[in-house]
């Protein structure tokens, strides 16, 4: 047979399962709420409250084997007690997605599964921690297989000329009596031509260098420029195009130098 809660007052009201002690204190109460406070901490639209007077956790065990448990101690928390992990799992889609919302319902964060592993959606992903060395981000092949793990950087938007496509920032603070962030070190790529069939590149590398950050060194097209953003072209060839001085040297002795000509 069933046990059945049955509302009493059709204007409003619940029917609840209560627990008292032997002071007759509510220890606590399963309802739903029909109304905002109708059941503790209930709201409207029909929610279904678990509440206690008490305890912080609400414990779902197999007869007396903890499985999994709900604990509101210090922040929320979803804990899987034999390690096992959480599963998430949709009914009618074969790619669920877990979805971070603020408090006004809005959409912060998402992580859905795809064919290709997980997409994440919504804003920036940050890795932080206080312990010396971290935190690592490793990207780990464990096949038996001849080609490594990727990191791509893609602009899957219209194409135009000059776009960026990736930029690596290298950021530290410096020792000011209130500290700023500084940019000590770039690499980026830029996108000089996107005409299909001929399209060109320019990589970037940058440093800091007397409080001023700069290209030190570009990659342009099959050119290669140390101190020039524009390095020459070789006619048919690739050409190494330095500007300033080339020195070389072993164990500190200058051997001689090489002087551009511009």
Request: net charge negative.
């Amino acid at each position: 047979g069933n046990l059945a809660l049955k509302e009493q007052n059709t204007t409003g009201g619940s029917a609840s399962l209560l627990y008292h002690d032997t002071d007759d204190s509510l220890l606590w109460t399963i309802g739903v709420a029909r109304t905002t406070n109708e059941i503790e901490t209930g709201s409207a639209n029909l929610d279904l409250v678990l509440a206690s007077a008490y305890a912080s956790n609400i414990i779902f065990a197999n007869k007396t084997t903890e499985s999994m448990r709900i604990s509101s101690t210090g922040h929320t928390q979803i804990i899987a007690a034999d390690g096992s992990g959480l599963a998430l799992k949709s009914a009618s889609s074969s790619n669920p997605k877990l979805t971070f919302l603020d408090s006004g319902g809005g959409t912060k964060f998402a992580i859905q599964a795809s064919t290709s592993g997980a997409t994440f959606s919504g804003g920036d992903v940050e890795i932080t921690s206080s312990t010396d060395a971290k935190p690592i981000l490793t990207l780990e092949q464990t096949g038996d297989n001849s080609n490594a793990g990727q990191l791509i950087f893609l602009t899957s938007g219209a194409a135009n000329d000059n776009d960026d496509s990736g930029v690596i920032r290298f950021r530290g603070m410096n020792d000011a009596g209130t500290p700023e962030e500084i940019e000590y070190a770039t690499i980026y790529v830029n996108h000089d031509d996107v005409s299909d069939g001929s399209e060109d590149a320019t990589m970037f590398f940058r440093t800091q260098s007397g409080g001023s950050l700069g290209s030190r060194m570009v990659i342009k097209s099959s050119n290669v420029g140390i101190g020039t953003e524009l390095p020459a072209s070789g006619g048919s060839g690739s050409t190494l195009h330095i500007r300033n001085n080339l020195y070389l040297g072993s164990s500190g002795a200058v051997h001689g130098s090489i002087n551009s000509d511009d």
